[in-house]
């Protein structure tokens, strides 16, 4: 029952052909109720019709000749109703043919006399004592359907025609003509299992027909399908067989141009790409250069600065402090291009996270004491052992930190590293300015800064965020932000403790209400 079900949910095919079969079936079942019920009631009207006007004509016979009895004494009553009774009876075996039953009246004269009888053996008692009471009630021919018993306990369906008689010196008698329905039963059921198989012919045709125009729909749908799966694999070159000028063959001359445009898109944007990662990788090695002869020119000028002017002293640190900045924007693009190019990759080793967030802390503690701000740390563990690239995670965490220490206003930044048998989470927490809910989507983004007339007294280049989430991306982890005005952001970083292992859960909430304070 599940896979009939799930094979409904995936094919259309199977969908029409079931709901064909199902309308087909209720329409056939309709109709052929209706045509039995008409044909049937045909047949039983023309079998009581035929029935009623061969009694009347057997009665008024046999009326007419005991009439004649009556009139003229030498005629035998006892031959006449013989003779009645040979007419009327069928040759052949019981239940083939007309029977017939004289029943003598309760109301007729007592004497000796008695000419009640019945033909092949008929129980006479298988005329209903209503249907008799009925008969003497009136004087016009009366019918009913009731069951003939013959000798032997055999019974049989049967029309009953009757009517009240009177017999000279006799008085009256009740006389019956009874029809066996039995070829009228067979003609029925003949009737009947006719129709039944027309219909089953009839819903097997139907659905024959309706899978045969099903395949020739979803054929070219199905194909069109596959095409476009293997499109979105990669294969671009892939496109429909058109070979007809049909609803289906528009369709495939459609989905043809869609490709032939996406591949030309793709391939444009894919040479914008290379070129793009080419100018910026060969910038950057280009401009190491120039770089290297600015920072020993600078560092020769720094170190004498003690023997300038002040305001030139000045220039000359601000000079270092702007080549230190270039130099890590150029570092960030190396990594960014690599990151682009997909050949970053990792030095995977093992080592102690806990250790390592304490080693990053504790390099930037100057620094966040400059904007009077404190970092403290919390760990469910002391040693967590992670495999994976210890220098990109503590990129990581210097950016994270880095980050929260810019943005915190003088206020306490709180780091917690909680780990499980498969994963471990790195959460960073400042309770400064805060993120809009409509920047959450675009912290991450290069280049991307809340607010352009921010301090970058610290050198921020923008790419600190999106390559920290390109690191952590990179062992097959991830990187959330979440972030209110006024209650500060929140950092999670959460990786598997060995690197391209699967998440399993989220340790840390990064709602961060459920954090320890």
């Not at 793709?266 to 793009?276: P, T």
């Not at 690599?338 to 250790?355: G, P, S, Y």
């Not at 999106?466 to 952590?472: F, Y």
Request: hydrophobic share 45%; with cysteine.
């Amino acid at each position: 029952m599940r896979s009939l079900s799930s094979r409904l949910r995936n094919s259309l095919a199977a969908r029409v052909l079931v709901s064909t079969v199902l309308l087909s079936m209720s329409v056939v079942w309709l109709s052929s109720s209706a045509l039995d019920s008409r044909l049937s009631e045909g047949v039983k009207k023309v079998n009581l019709d035929s029935s009623i006007n061969e009694a009347r004509s057997t009665i008024v016979g046999a009326i007419y000749r005991l009439a004649l009895a009556n009139v003229n004494p030498k005629i035998e009553v006892k031959k006449i109703i013989d003779d009645v009774v040979v007419s009327v009876r069928t040759a052949g075996t019981s239940g083939s043919g007309r029977e017939i039953a004289i029943l003598k009246a309760p109301t007729s004269i007592k004497n000796d006399l008695n000419y009640q009888t019945t033909s092949n053996f008929v129980d006479p008692l298988s005329i209903p004592q209503e249907f008799r009471s009925k008969i003497r009630a009136n004087k016009e021919l009366q019918w009913k359907y009731i069951t003939m018993q013959y000798a032997g306990n055999v019974q049989v369906p049967a029309i009953a025609v009757g009517q009240l008689i009177k017999v000279p010196r006799a008085g009256s008698y009740e006389i019956y003509l009874l029809f066996p329905l039995t070829n009228q039963n067979k003609t029925l059921d003949l009737i009947t299992n006719s129709i039944l198989f027309t219909g089953i012919a009839l819903v097997l045709l139907i659905s024959l027909i309706t899978w045969l125009l099903a395949r020739q729909v979803i054929r070219p749908v199905r194909e069109a399908a596959r095409i476009a799966g293997e499109f979105t694999a990669g294969d671009l070159d892939k496109r429909m067989q058109v070979n007809s000028k049909d609803e289906i063959a528009a369709l495939g001359n459609s989905f043809n141009e869609m490709a032939q445009s996406i591949q030309e898109q793709i391939s444009r944007l894919e040479n914008l790409s290379r070129v793009q990662q080419r100018f910026v990788s060969d910038v950057s090695h280009e401009l190491r250069t120039p770089l290297t002869t600015l920072r020993m020119a600078s560092g020769v000028i720094y170190e004498a600065r003690a023997t300038f002017d002040p305001q030139i002293a000045r220039s000359a640190e601000l000079l270092v402090a702007q080549i230190d900045r270039f130099e890590r924007l150029l570092e960030d693009l190396l990594e960014v291009s690599r990151f682009d190019a997909e050949v970053a990759l990792l030095e995977i080793t093992d080592f102690n996270v806990v250790n390592a967030v304490k080693r990053c802390i504790a390099d930037l503690v100057l620094v966040a004491r400059e904007e009077s701000t404190t970092i403290s740390l919390f760990a469910n563990e002391d040693e967590i052992m992670l495999k994976g690239d210890v220098r990109r995670i503590e990129r990581i965490l210097r950016n994270l930190l880095t980050n929260a220490i810019d943005h915190a206003e003088a206020k306490p930044i709180e780091v917690v590293i909680i780990s499980d048998d498969h994963d471990v989470a790195i959460s960073v927490r400042d309770f400064g300015g805060g993120l809009d809910e409509s920047s959450l989507t675009r912290v991450f983004d290069r280049f991307w800064r809340e607010d352009p007339s921010r301090s970058r007294e610290h050198g921020g280049t923008g790419l600190g965020l999106s390559i920290a989430l390109e690191d952590a991306r990179l062992h097959n982890g991830e990187l959330e932000a979440w972030g209110r005005p006024g209650m500060g952001a929140h950092f999670v970083l959460t990786l598997p403790l060995v690197a391209g292992d699967q998440i399993e859960s989220r340790i840390i909430s990064l709602t961060p209400s459920s954090l320890p304070r």
